[in-house]
């Protein structure tokens, strides 16, 4: 218990943004998982959008919905990502 | 003796700010008494946090869309009879065939939305793989 609380000490001492990361890989976590969700939520507006369009006769919103679909699964993938690009351009810039 | 608090107590009464005060107190002593319950000191009822309310709100939201889609089947449907009907009855045959292709567009979009949480999964499963799992750095 006394050696856990040592290390815990010596890594808050040597680590002292230890917390700060913490909190920013739990923020991304969350962002990551609402950018989840979102896509989701987009592939059901898109379909319904275009099934609102074919039903009113103008069915060319359906080619936008692709369109819809894969800017959203790049938005997904650069939240996976972030951090990586968040490290390449700290490892660039400093 | 009685006489004496009797005087205090009516001093008392005549100054506003203690009369607010007793009454303030007698108030908090009412609330005290009426709100007594039972202090749950154990372990919080089970609960997924965040990511799963997060997931349920969507899982809830993609219902209702997919509800919506079902209702628009329906009047998709119906409307584009209709209308093919009403083209081939004036003179315009060509109009039921665009009927057939109208009619496959608005039953593609309902699968899509039928199959959003499958399709979502599997990109989901698909790119998680690419998800960063070292520290982050800083200057």
Known sequence: MIRQTMCMVSLAVFDPLGELRGVVAELLTLVIQIVAVLLALAIATGFLEAQVSYVVGAPSLLSALWVKIGAVIICLVIALTAVSISNTLVGILF | ?139
């Open chain 2, 1 to 139: 003796m009685v006489q004496a608090i009797r005087i205090r107590i009516e001093r008392w009464a005549d100054d506003p700010i203690v009369r607010a005060r007793f009454i303030g107190l007698l108030g908090a002593l009412l609330l005290i008494l009426t709100n007594q319950s039972i202090a749950l000191a154990g372990d919080p009822p089970p609960s997924g946090g965040m990511s799963e309310a997060i997931a349920s709100l969507a899982k809830m939201l993609i219902d209702g869309i997919i509800a919506l889609s079902a209702i628009l089947l329906a009047i998709g449907v119906a409307t584009n009879f209709i209308t093919g009907m009403v083209e081939t009855m004036v003179g315009r045959p060509g109009g039921l065939s665009t009927t057939w292709m109208r009619i496959a567009g608005i039953v593609l979009c309902f699968v899509g939305a039928i199959f959003t949480i499958t399709i979502a999964n599997t990109i989901i499963d698909t790119l998680k793989s690419y998800k960063s799992t070292g520290g982050i750095s800083l200057p």
